[in-house]
Structures are given as structure tokens and as C-alpha cells.
């Protein structure tokens, strides 16, 4: 058991480095007008969300691998509700990244940067909450 806390552990830390790292490209991206630039950055921005993906996948598969055994006890903790409930979020934010980088390709995002500056903190939130309910387990 060990031995899979420790790989969900690497796979969250390896998914939460790019899904922070990734929105700053777009605020980036945002920001300049030079088309070799934007070009640059989208390519940076595809390469890392297919880089970041499979750790997203693998945070999930060890995770759930994790509470595999003890579902019984889980199923009754309500910070593993909430924690299930953030990291659903972070799956959707990561899903919505990568349209993000569709838009930026196709030329149909019209976001200013601050607007993704502010998207670019969410998953911060998201890493202390986690955090804090795994640690403390509140309730």
C-alpha cells in the first residue's frame, strides 16, 4: 500500500507542476502580439498538456487504487466526498486547458491575460484544499 501512496503522491506532484505552469503560458500567450511568439507558445502549450495528461490519469488510477482498500471506511468520510468534489474540478479545469489551447490555435481566444491570471491561480485552491482535507480530515 506503501508503494501506491507513494506513486499517487509522484503522479499528483508531476500533474500539478504542469497544470500550473500551463496557464501561465496562456497568460503569455495572451499578452503578445508577435505571431512567431504566439506560434512558439502554442506549441510549448500542446506539448506540455500532452506531457501533463497521462499523470493526471495515473493520479487518478493510483488514487483510487489507494482507497480500493478501504472503500467501506472512504465511502463514509465526508472530506473524501469533498476531496473526490475538488479533484472532479481539477479534471474539468485540466479537460477545459486544453480547449484553451484549441482556441489559442485556432485563433478564436479573445481572453485578455489578466483573465488568465486569474484562471491560473485556481488550481492553487484547489492543491490546498486537497491538502488540508487529507491531512486533517475534517468532520
Request: proline letters at 4%; charged letters at 15%; glycine letters at 6%.
Amino acid at each position: 500500500m506503501l508503494w501506491v501512496k507513494a506513486f499517487h503522491i509522484i503522479f499528483m506532484v508531476c500533474w500539478f507542476s504542469g497544470i500550473f505552469y500551463l496557464p501561465r503560458l496562456f497568460v503569455n500567450h495572451a499578452s503578445v502580439t508577435d505571431p512567431a511568439t504566439r506560434e512558439r507558445l502554442g506549441l510549448m502549450e500542446a506539448k506540455l498538456y500532452r506531457f501533463i495528461t497521462p499523470f493526471m490519469l495515473l493520479t487518478i488510477i493510483f488514487g483510487l487504487w489507494l482507497a480500493s482498500y478501504s472503500w467501506s471506511f472512504y465511502l463514509q468520510q465526508p472530506w473524501f466526498h469533498a476531496k473526490l468534489a475538488l479533484v472532479a474540478a481539477l479534471v474539468i479545469y485540466h479537460v477545459y486547458c486544453g480547449r484553451c489551447i484549441k482556441r489559442f490555435q485556432s485563433g478564436q481566444d479573445n481572453r485578455s491575460h489578466v483573465f488568465y491570471r486569474v484562471f491560473n491561480e485556481l488550481p492553487v485552491f484547489a492543491l490546498f484544499g486537497t491538502v488540508i482535507l487529507v491531512v486533517v480530515k475534517p468532520g
